[in-house]
T-cell receptor
Framework: GQNIDQPTEMTATEGAIVQINCTYQ??????LFWYQQHAGEAPTFLSY??LDGLEEKGRFSSFLSRSKGYSYLLLKELQMKDSASYLC??????????WGAGTKLIIKP | IAGITQAPTSQILAAGRRMTLRCTQD?????MYWYRQDLGLGLRLIHY???????GKGEVPDGYSVSRANTDDFPLTLASAVPSQTSVYFC??????????????FGPGTRLTVL
């Protein structure tokens, strides 16, 4: 079956750096997405990786290793507004998005 | 303002009643999707449409139906609601014209409670 694994919850301190990991086992691979979802709101697009390596976008970076079925989202200079759930999703061979359950990130002052 | 709208924002429904959740997008995206999101579970695809006039079943289609008469609208119907359909429902759309990332953009969601 298809599976996306990410930690259920993480805690970090304001101003620090946090890395949220995602491992996947899917039938085929056509790209990996990270979304941010604040409580009670819709998911919003953060990043997309289809080739191995690091994609940097401001305070957020996303890394992909296709051979290891692994990605991480790196958040730097954490702010209180970064408290949210972070969703990892993989596009499979049928171009359907397979979603992880999300990682709830709690930022403490 | 470009984007996706959903209606209603929330609804409490008696079991056995029929309900249609509305979704409209103005981005001219060809693909649209309906998901449900339940606590502790990832987004689960109910139905999708790759282009106007076509629809397909997702992971959890039972008890739901959709139609795609035009590019902009993608309503989701619960023919006879049951308590297990209590959830938050998100509509999304993407541009599947090829050459792009096919990023999905989400509406604000509908919180549905079936009693």
């Amino acid at each position: 079956g298809q599976n996306i694994d990410q930690p259920t919850e993480m805690t970090a301190t304001e101003g620090a750096i946090v890395q949220i990991n995602c491992t996947y086992q899917t039938s085929g691979f056509n790209g990996l997405f990270w979304y941010q979802q604040h409580a009670g709101e819709a998911p919003t697009f953060l990043s997309y990786n289809v080739l191995d390596g690091l994609e940097e976008k401001g305070r957020f970076s996303s890394f992909l290793s296709r051979s290891k079925g692994y990605s991480y989202l790196l958040l730097k200079e954490l702010q209180m507004k970064d408290s949210a759930s972070y969703l990892c999703a993989v596009t499979d061979s049928n171009y359907q998005l397979i979603w992880g359950a999300g990682t709830k990130l709690i930022i403490k002052p | 303002i470009a984007g996706i709208t959903q209606a209603p924002t929330s609804q409490i429904l008696a079991a056995g009643r029929r309900m249609t959740l509305r979704c409209t997008q103005d981005m001219r995206h060809n693909a649209m999707y309906w998901y449900r999101q339940d606590l502790g579970l990832g987004l689960r695809l109910i139905h999708y449409s790759n282009t106007a006039g076509t629809t397909g079943k997702g992971e959890v289609p039972d008890g739901y139906s959709v139609s795609r008469a035009n590019t902009d609208d993608f309503p989701l119907t619960l023919a006879s609601a049951v308590p297990s359909q209590t959830s938050v429902y998100f509509c999304a759309s993407s541009d599947r014209s090829g050459g792009g990332t096919d990023t999905q953009y989400f509406g604000p969601g509908t919180r549905l409670t079936v009693l």
